[in-house]
């Protein structure tokens, strides 16, 4: 089966002790260094070992809350997220070709901000950097950030939401291009340290705000990083389809898959993608053990302590390895191109991964055994992207 | 009078917002390239010094429409930057100018926060502020900001800003296992905040980190910088090249303290200085002439003019005299556009004194603009050199100094090798890091006087 199909990509999802609300009271757990450089280095450098194409950094405006409608008051659950992107940099120069992925909520940030913040992580990353593009969900973010600095006013629902976040991806993928490869000339003939025929104006003009550019950023290394968004609502997906490289689905069946991945293919082709690769990764939350059992075991004890169920729909899988390797092959049939893993417990279950699924992947061939590329782009398959301002005709003429 | 000398607290720039750099030079390397902010970053903290300091610009300058191409520009997203610098450095303090304009308190507190934390507490940020509409225009609000309101933003954002940060108390993360308790007090990161600038309320999601908040820096000339800086900073650089006006400043700054509670210690003046090196004194001013001569080039000279006379000079000859006419005094000129670094209050005020100098001194507009843009702070052997910056913080004309290098990445090197172990010897730069945070390194009072704990106290829903 493994050998008609082309090989899986893997992705792991990093956030806090793991996606089990109760994962950072496990014993195997480092609860008290979850915000300390040294615990998420570890993380991604493990990742890292097991040849995955990245990590994504959890990100979110908001304090932790079981509630939907505002902070839940409970202390019994991790609380307090570190920003992703620096995060994610911090990680940068400790490894060398895992992907770096940090969440940005664009709903209350600066596209301009974000568009030279993610170029800045592609360069000290050496062209490793993505992002996640996700918008507020939570009533109580619009709280944490003043009024005034949407002239606008707030989207008043999910599809306005996703509408502006299209907008954003746009302009910071503009401003990406604002500035050419070769836009730096340092030509002391002429004492000219920027070609400024090389820079342009994006002048975006749109409904929830305009952006004139240049960036005062160059042009990344990988000139457009991966763009990435989890498609867990209808609207989610449409934007998805429509802005990302690599969209996340949540499937809990083989055919819901299918669907999803026909769903994102129609998007695709509704707003003339779809010669464009479109990376479509399913979510799963696993809990693995080699023992048979034993993972589930681990599982119901974490459950014991704490049963609020997680938000990020992610379907859950708990069993050995080799059980986790068949469902990837099944599931990969559905048309999947990839997994985002959520570690149930960290670093745990990342381990699990990286040490024994990783080598039963290998074994079937369904997985790379070393880095192929240095680059993010490179992992997923996805060729330099040729500047939408660069004209190619008049400079060699 | 037996006093023990003072230690000089340093800070080193990445150049490249101003005409400082000389990317000219076949020593200049890739200025985006990681590896040119690590060069950098590790030979600052070899030498011992407190802080690696990047400046900030939020649009590339222009000028008659293009954007400007003979200054450095391109640069990196400054807390991204530090964060990665945070892996290849231990000690050095990482000094980041975030602008107060054109971002919310909740982001920027999150991202120091997150900063002081990755740092194992080696923060700072360089609190700015820009009203220019030309600015505005990369962002959502565009330029809102009337320029008589710009400390009134600055410091209500630095005040909303801090509050969050203090929303979390050292020790809130308890993370106990056993107990079940991740957090000591559920309320943890509750705030609240009604102001001219910010209507704000919620919880902050970044427990702080080991410094509680970064260590503040200001750059404030002007009376009300001054008194800015006064009132909530901990570093303010002050801008004069003349000893007598820096001693004036220091004096001045120092004695607003009291009013705020604050003892003199808990404010350093640290301006920032250029510095050219020679095995002889002759050598040395040769060097100091070559490079001023490279930062300031016929052109560069040109737009220097324009931004004071507001109009397009360009059809003048910048060895010539200085144009007859008067500046234009609209507010929409040439300059409006240019987002430069220095604004004039009084243009002919200034004209007239430009005017003045070059009659006198039989200048050129090159010549003129390379004595008003001022010579390096610190000309000399390196034996000299010491001793002049030695003199300057034992006669309280500061601190200390940001150093601030003409290349990249290798500018420091030849003070780092050849000046630092004179400063050393004499006791007057660290041999060794003492403390493990950058507010201990320099020195401050270990804990902010003004430091209360501000926990909305809104019941939870």
Redesign the interface.
């Known amino acids: 089966m493994a050998h008609d199909t082309p090989p899986l990509h893997l992705a792991v999802a990093l956030d806090g002790a793991g996606r089990h609300p109760a994962s ?2 496990d ?1 195997s ?1 480092a ?2 260094e ?4 040294g615990y998420w ?1 570890a993380l991604v450098a493990e990742a890292q070992s097991g040849t995955l194409d990245f990590v994504t950094f959890e990100d ?5 809350s079981t ?1 939907p ?15 992703a ?3 994610a ?6 490894t060398s070709h895992v992907g770096l992925v940090p969440a940005v909520t664009v709903t ?3 596209p ?2 974000t568009s ?2 993610v ?3 592609d ?4 062209g490793r950097a993505g992002w996640c593009a996700q918008v507020a969900r939570r009533p ?2 619009a ?9 606008a006013g707030e989207p008043t629902g999910p599809a306005e939401a996703w509408a502006e976040a299209a907008d954003y991806v746009e302009v910071v993928r503009r401003l990406w291009d604002s ?1 050419e490869d070769d ?2 000339i ?1 030509d ?1 003939a002429t ?6 025929d090389r ?1 342009h104006r994006v002048g975006f003009r749109g409904r ?7 960036s ?3 042009r990344p290394p990988q000139g457009q990083p991966p763009v990435c968004a989890l498609a867990d609502t209808e609207e989610a997906l449409r934007f998805a389809a429509a802005s990302a490289d690599v969209v996340f689905v949540t499937p809990h069946s083989p055919q819901e898959a299918r669907d999803l991945v026909a769903r994102v293919r129609e998007e695709q082709r509704a707003v003339d993608r779809a010669g464009e690769t479109v990376h479509v990764f399913a979510d799963l939350a696993v809990a693995l053990d080699a023992e048979p059992g034993q993972a589930a075991r681990r599982l119901a004890a974490l459950d014991a ?1 704490d049963a609020s169920p997680p938000d990020d729909g992610a379907a859950l899988f708990a069993g050995t390895p080799a059980q986790l390797a068949d469902r990837l092959a099944l599931w990969a049939d559905a048309g999947l191109t990839g997994f985002r893993l959520r570690p149930v417990v960290l670093p745990y279950d990342l381990r699990q991964i990286t040490r024994s699924l990783v080598q039963l992947l290998r074994a079937r061939g369904a997985f790379r055994a070393d880095y192929e590329a240095s680059t993010l782009r490179g992992l997923l398959g996805l060729a330099r992207p040729a500047n939408r301002y660069a004209r190619t005709d008049w400079r060699s003429s | 009078m037996n006093r023990p000398r003072r230690r000089i607290r340093l800070g080193a720039f990445y150049p490249g917002t101003n005409s400082t750099a000389v990317w000219s030079d076949p020593a200049w390397h890739d200025y985006m390239e990681f590896g040119s902010f690590v060069h950098l970053a590790r030979t600052a903290e070899h030498a011992g010094f407190d802080f690696f300091f990047l400046a900030e610009a939020l649009r590339l300058r222009e000028q008659h429409g293009r954007v400007y191409e003979r200054d450095v520009a391109g640069r990196p997203d400054n807390v991204t930057m530090l964060a990665a610098l945070a892996a290849v450095t231990e000690h050095i303090g990482l000094v980041a100018t975030v602008n107060s304009t054109f971002n919310e308190p909740y982001e920027v507190a999150r991202q120091f926060a997150t900063l002081d934390q990755l740092t194992c507490g080696r923060a700072g940020w360089n609190v700015v502020t820009s009203w220019e509409r030309f600015v505005g225009e990369n962002f959502r609000r565009g330029g809102f900001l009337a320029q008589e309101q710009r400390y009134e933003r600055a410091r209500l954002f630095l005040d909303a800003a801090l509050g969050l940060m203090r929303s979390w108390r050292p020790g809130d993360v308890v993370a106990d296992r056993r107990a079940g308790r991740f957090l000591r007090d559920p309320r943890a990161g509750a705030f609240e905040h009604h102001d001219a600038q910010f209507d704000i309320a919620g919880r902050f999601n970044v427990p702080c980190g080991p410094q509680g908040v970064p260590v503040i820096f200001q750059a404030g000339g002007s009376e009300q910088g001054r008194e800015f800086a006064a009132a909530t900073a901990d570093v303010i650089f002050g801008m004069y090249s003349d000893t007598a006006e820096k001693k004036r400043f220091y004096a001045d700054v120092k004695a607003r303290l009291p009013r705020y509670g604050r003892t003199a210690d808990s404010l350093l003046v640290m301006p920032a200085s250029t510095f050219a090196l020679g095995e002889t004194e002759a050598e040395a001013q040769e060097a100091a002439r070559v490079v001023r001569r490279l930062q300031i080039d016929g052109a560069s000279a040109i737009r220097f003019l324009e931004q004071l006379w507001n109009r397009d000079l360009s059809g003048y000859d910048p060895e010539g005299p200085l144009p007859a006419i008067d500046p234009a005094l609209d507010a929409d000129g040439v300059a409006s556009r240019l987002a430069s670094v220095r604004h004039y209050p009084d243009r002919m005020a200034t004209a007239a004194q430009w005017r003045a100098l070059a009659e006198a001194g039989k200048l050129s507009i090159r010549d003129l603009v390379i004595e008003v843009t001022g010579r390096q702070t610190f000309i000399g052997t390196p034996a000299s050199v010491a001793a002049q910056m030695a003199e300057l913080v034992d006669q309280d004309a500061c601190d200390g100094f940001v150093m601030v290098p003409h290349l990249v990445p290798g500018g420091l090197d030849e003070f780092a090798d050849n000046v630092l172990p004179l400063l050393q010897e004499r006791g007057l730069v660290r041999t060794g890091y003492e403390g493990a945070t950058l507010r201990e390194n320099l020195g401050l009072p270990a804990c902010d006087p003004t430091f209360t704990v501000r926990r909305a106290t809104f019941a939870e829903p």
């Open positions: 950072w009271r014993p757990a609860a008290g979850l915000f300390t450089p280095t979110r405006l908001t304090l932790q509630r409608d505002g902070p839940d008051g409970r202390a019994d659950q991790v609380r307090g997220t570190l920003a992107l620096p995060l940099a911090r990680t940068a120069p400790a209350h940030t600066e301009f901000h030279r913040a170029a800045t992580l360069f000290v990353a050496g109580e973010e709280g944490h950030f003043d009024p005034r600095l949407r002239p500035w836009a730096e340092r002391p004492g000219r340290y920027l070609d400024a820079l929830w705000f305009s952006v004139e550019g240049p005062v950023t160059p302590l």
